[in-house]
């Protein structure tokens, strides 16, 4: 459903150039979850935002389903894709409350049943009506998660962008975050891209694993295979090692 093809972007001139995306080449099939992995710097939020239209100098190719994604956003690529950010608060304007976060994109797209709409969207995230007109500071981090994924999906995209959607949640909050985009991705036949720098949410939610360095794709593979120590790509072990020798107590001991 998604192909990238030799897709480079670099910023800066002169002494300040920097090439960030070398040569990035994947493929994603309808229905699949795919995870981008490394370490940070790597690239993998800058092909999201690529793939988002919110970089316009990019240089290859990218389509969704045999047609080409240009370089600037229109309304048909918001409505075929979504990103969900790794901030939900700093993604949410402080000033608007939930309804009008989740009403504002059916407006500028002009679709019906607003109200309808909205409730039957937070009732899939797993929030009754009282949360409507709550402002971001009223909320949970897993709660305004959970509006900014209901954000998403409001105008009933097939791929979501999902940039580390988890990292600034509590441990607990991760694994119900991570359960309701398992569940919504079967409710709705979604197709998922995800970045994260954890291991262990790739096993969880995604089928296979792309393996970013430098800005360029050095490994892909099952994320089973991952998750059962069958990496044989140098760096891609390192990174397996490094996360299994990783504590919370780490930091502390330091």
């Known amino acids: 459903m998604i192909t990238v093809e030799g897709l480079e972007l670099s910023f800066g001139s002169g002494k300040q150039y920097n090439k960030v995306l070398n040569e ?8 699949e979850a795919f995870g981008l992995v490394g370490e940070s710097g790597s690239g ?9 239209g919110l970089y316009h100098h990019w240089d290859g190719r990218m389509s969704i389903a045999g047609q080409p994604l240009g370089k600037k956003l229109d309304r048909e690529r918001c409505r075929l894709m979504q990103m969900v950010f790794q901030d939900p608060y700093g993604s949410l304007h402080p000033r608007h ?9 059916l407006k500028i797209h002009r679709m019906d049943d607003i109200d309808a709409r909205v409730g039957e969207m937070l ?4 929030l009754n009506d009282s949360f409507r007109f709550r402002y971001p500071h009223q909320m949970s981090g897993g709660q305004r998660q959970r509006v900014a994924i209901a954000r998403a999906l409001i105008l009933e995209p097939r791929i979501l962008l999902l940039d580390e959607p988890t990292s600034a949640l509590d441990v607990s909050v991760q694994a ?12 709705e036949g979604l197709t998922y891209i995800m970045v994260t720098h954890d291991l262990g949410v790739v096993a969880h939610l995604c089928d296979r694993v792309a393996v970013m360095q430098q800005g360029r794709i050095v490994d892909t593979l099952g994320s089973k295979v991952l998750s059962e120590g069958g990496a044989t790509h140098p760096y891609t072990r390192s990174l397996v090692d490094a996360t299994r020798s990783y ?3 780490t930091p502390q001991a330091a």
Request: aromatic letters at 2%.
């Open 24 to 31: 990035v080449a994947f493929s994603v099939g309808e229905g």
């Open 176 to 187: 119900e975050i991570l359960n309701l985009l398992q569940k919504l991705r079967a409710l």
């Open 247 to 249: 504590t919370r107590e």
């Open 123 to 126: 009732e899939k995230v797993g």
């Open 44 to 52: 993998k939020s800058t092909v999201l935002r690529c793939l988002a």
């Open 97 to 105: 409350t939930v309804d009008t976060a989740l009403s504002e994109p």
